[in-house]
């Protein structure tokens, strides 16, 4: 169930959590870049973005939360960076 307090953690690896969403750079073995938006309660992918400008369902993997268990993620001694309207978790700007 997902929790009551949003809680937002970031510095550990490729991934920005906010409450029970992770968004988290993802599949470093891919021949582009993905990024993910993940449900830490249904621990589903519900959205992913590649660097190529396309976008896909959930449902395909790329889970941000598997970076803990050993799955496609990566961690990256890149911090997440904070600027004026704006986050970017490595090669991903969020504006």
Not at 14 to 24: H, M, S
Not at 31 to 51: K, R, Y
Not at 52 to 74: A, H, I, M, S
Not at 80 to 86: K, L, P, S
């Amino acid at each position: 169930a997902p929790s009551s307090a949003p809680v937002i953690l970031f510095g550990f690896g490729d991934f920005l959590q906010i409450g029970d969403w992770r968004l988290a750079r993802a599949c470093e073995t891919c021949p582009s870049s993905h990024l993910s938006i993940s449900s830490q309660a249904t621990g589903m992918t519900s959205q992913i973005f590649l660097n190529v400008g396309t976008d896909l369902p959930g449902g395909k993997g790329y889970n941000g939360f598997e970076n803990l268990t050993g799955g496609q993620g990566l961690y990256s001694t890149q911090p997440i960076i904070f600027g004026d309207r704006a986050v970017q978790i490595r090669d991903w700007r969020i504006r």
